[in-house]
């Protein structure tokens, strides 16, 4: 009763992350960068696995697009726009194109007598994997408490 309330420190200015705010130029370097990253190992893992089992997979593109999508959105300090979803979306169909040209193209890779051939339900991933991406990256619902 006698001991007066202690407030604490004073509080001091910094810098507070809203999910509002449009990223800075330096968000989307950085989100083009880990795209391209993601991109090059994606493309090499996407070979990997089809020389591995010796057919084309698609399983290996949807993985590939959430891991495009949750390093795009990370890098990006956790904003979520349109433009970061169209990066996330277009990086994970580099990564699975260039993954089969990697297969096409490199002579340590033993090439099927029947080829590597593509199927629509290839595609079909490939698509499901870039909307995927951008779901991950590109902007959330607004919630009922947002202004």
């Given at each position: 009763m006698?001991?007066?309330?202690?407030?604490?420190?004073?509080?001091?200015v910094a810098d507070?992350?809203?999910?509002c705010e449009a990223p800075g130029t330096a968000?989307?370097?950085?989100?083009?960068?880990?795209?391209?990253l993601i991109s090059l190992i994606g493309a090499a893992s996407?070979?990997?696995?089809?020389?591995?089992?010796?057919?084309?997979m698609a399983f290996p593109s949807v993985v590939i697009g959430l891991a495009t999508g949750w390093s795009v959105n990370a890098a990006a300090r956790l904003h979520r726009t349109v433009?970061?979803?169209?990066?996330?979306?277009?990086?994970?169909l580099?990564?699975?194109s260039g993954g089969y040209l990697l297969l096409l193209r490199l002579p340590a890779v033993p090439q099927p007598t029947a080829g590597w051939p593509l199927?629509?339900?290839d595609f079909?991933?490939?698509g499901v994997a870039a909307v995927l991406a951008f779901w991950v990256a590109g902007p959330g619902a607004k919630s009922r408490n947002s202004l």
């Amino acid at each position: 009763m006698g001991k007066p309330l202690d407030p604490g420190p004073p509080l001091t200015v910094a810098d507070e992350f809203c999910a509002c705010e449009a990223p800075g130029t330096a968000e989307y370097i950085k989100a083009v960068g880990a795209a391209v990253l993601i991109s090059l190992i994606g493309a090499a893992s996407w070979c990997g696995v089809a020389v591995a089992a010796g057919h084309t997979m698609a399983f290996p593109s949807v993985v590939i697009g959430l891991a495009t999508g949750w390093s795009v959105n990370a890098a990006a300090r956790l904003h979520r726009t349109v433009a970061l979803g169209l990066i996330a979306a277009v990086a994970t169909l580099l990564a699975a194109s260039g993954g089969y040209l990697l297969l096409l193209r490199l002579p340590a890779v033993p090439q099927p007598t029947a080829g590597w051939p593509l199927n629509v339900y290839d595609f079909v991933m490939a698509g499901v994997a870039a909307v995927l991406a951008f779901w991950v990256a590109g902007p959330g619902a607004k919630s009922r408490n947002s202004l």
